[in-house]
């Protein structure tokens, strides 16, 4: 069973209580860290610029992190939606 991946910036200040969060709530992940990579990056955007659910992010300036993509497509941008 594959596990959901969370996409990430060690630069973000929402990071570490969204990561504490899903500790606290035993939820494993594949973590991508956006800011580690061109290669992370990309996959990223990709994944933010084919969803619509990060309209409101783009239009409020805001890059989209962290969030969590499950295995079943869904996203999750705060820890209150898991």
Do not use: W
């Amino acid at each position: 069973m594959s596990q959901p991946t969370l996409f990430f910036s060690d630069k973000c200040p929402d990071t570490q209580a969204f990561v504490a969060g899903l500790e606290a709530r035993g939820i494993r992940y594949d973590a991508v860290n956006i800011t580690n990579s061109m290669r992370e990056l990309k996959a990223f955007l990709h994944l933010r610029d084919s969803r619509p659910e990060f309209q409101a992010v783009k239009d409020g300036a805001r890059v989209g992190v962290p969030v969590l993509l499950n295995p079943d497509g869904s996203l999750h941008f705060s820890l209150d939606s898991l």
